[in-house]
């Protein structure tokens, strides 16, 4: 069972910065895709940022330019960096990760327990 457990975000002015850090542990697996997803109340859950094992990396239209995501694949951890946030930002975020195990062709999908993002006008 592999484990993803988060950590930053918080409340954080309109204009401002903020981080987020995920880090997966647990078993013999090997990551495919690693990144983050948001939702807002009420929302659903949206795609934020990710990143591939090849390091290919898709952004949403809504955060391109202002969000920066970076993997480190030895230490099996994914980094959010967010700039310019804007109150439309405000979401509870969610590290997930693509995992293989062993020589496995499947791909088995886990979330992290989730981390609040306010951003105030």
């Known amino acids: 069972q592999v484990q993803l457990v988060e950590s930053g975000g918080g409340l954080v002015q309109a204009g401002g910065s903020s981080g987020l850090s995920c880090s997966a542990s647990g078993g013999d697996f090997s990551i495919v895709v690693m990144g983050w997803y948001r939702q807002a109340p009420g929302k659903q859950r949206e795609l934020v940022a990710r990143v591939t094992n090849s390091g290919s990396i898709n952004y949403a239209d809504s955060v391109k330019g202002r969000f920066t995501i970076s993997r480190d694949s030895a230490k099996n951890t994914v980094d959010l960096q967010m700039s310019s946030l804007k109150s439309d930002d405000t979401a509870v975020y969610y590290c997930?990760?693509?995992?293989?195990?062993?020589?496995?062709?499947?791909?088995?999908?886990?979330w992290g327990q989730g981390t609040q993002v306010t951003v105030s006008s």
């Open positions: 997930y990760a693509e995992v293989r195990f062993g020589g496995s062709r499947t791909a088995f999908q886990y």
